[in-house]
């Protein structure tokens, strides 16, 4: 009976930190940028370096330091997406910016 017991609180525990993590993961793509579906429209390109310059890691909200940069395109619409890594603790992810209005 005691074992059933430990079971259950293993599984318990195990799907717990599962949706905890699954939770963490799809707030972090919801974040404006996160995704190239989500990128953040800009109609100059120095504004992508005032939106960088404003960017705080969503992991421990320090300041961000861009590694690297490049383009995309989709049809007729066009990507810029920065590399940066947080001053903090070190994560590293992508910031995407439509700049399809930038081109016209
Ligand atoms: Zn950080």
Not at 9 to 32: C, F, K, N, S
Not at 51 to 70: M, S
């Amino acid at each position: 009976m005691l074992s059933i017991l430990f079971t259950v609180a293993i599984v318990v525990a195990v799907v717990a930190m599962a949706a905890r993590r699954w939770q963490a993961r799809h707030h972090g793509r919801q974040r404006l940028g996160a995704t190239i579906e989500r990128a953040v429209v800009v109609g100059r390109f120095d504004e992508i370096d005032a939106t960088l310059d404003r960017y705080r890691c969503p992991r421990c909200g320090e300041a961000v330091q861009r590694t690297g940069e490049f383009s995309r395109s989709i049809g007729t619409r066009r990507f810029r997406v920065a590399r940066v890594l947080c001053r903090g603790c070190g994560h590293e992810e992508r910031v995407h910016f439509d700049v399809t209005a930038a081109f016209h």
